[in-house]
């Protein structure tokens, strides 16, 4: 069994800046990174970025430029700096335990239990 816990959502204005966090527990071994998914009302859940345990990154073009993860593997948490946000952001966010190869996140079968992330303009 794997635990994620997410952290750090909240309201700010378009421009301003967020930092996710999520604390990553339990059994993991089976997973090598952390995917970051928002899923905005009425749409489907995107993958938005990624970081395995190497440092490698993914991000989807929505957000390159503008936001950021990396991992502190000694307090096993994994973080999402969102810069420059958008009114588009807003959003749940939520933290998958998946696979990072090559460059290409692959979705696992945990997830936190997602942040609220509103982005007003």
């Known amino acids: 069994q794997v635990q994620l816990v997410e952290s750090g959502g909240g309201l700010v204005q378009a421009g301003g800046s967020l930092r996710l966090s999520c604390v990553y527990s339990?059994?993991?071994?089976?997973?090598?990174?952390i995917g970051w998914y928002r899923q905005a009302p009425g749409k489907q859940r995107e993958l938005v970025g990624s970081?395995?345990?190497?440092?490698?990154?993914t991000y989807a073009d929505s957000v390159k430029g503008r936001f950021t993860s990396s991992r502190d593997s000694a307090k096993n948490t994994v973080f999402l700096q969102m810069n420059n946000l958008k009114a588009q952001d807003t959003a749940v966010y939520y933290c998958?335990?998946?696979?990072?190869?090559?460059?290409?996140?692959?979705?696992?079968?945990?997830w936190g239990q997602g942040t609220q992330v509103t982005v007003s303009s």
């Open positions: 339990g059994t993991t071994r089976g997973f090598n990174a």
């Open positions: 998958n335990a998946g696979g990072n190869y090559i460059g290409t996140y692959y979705m696992g079968n945990y």
């Open positions: 970081v395995n345990w190497d440092g490698i990154t």
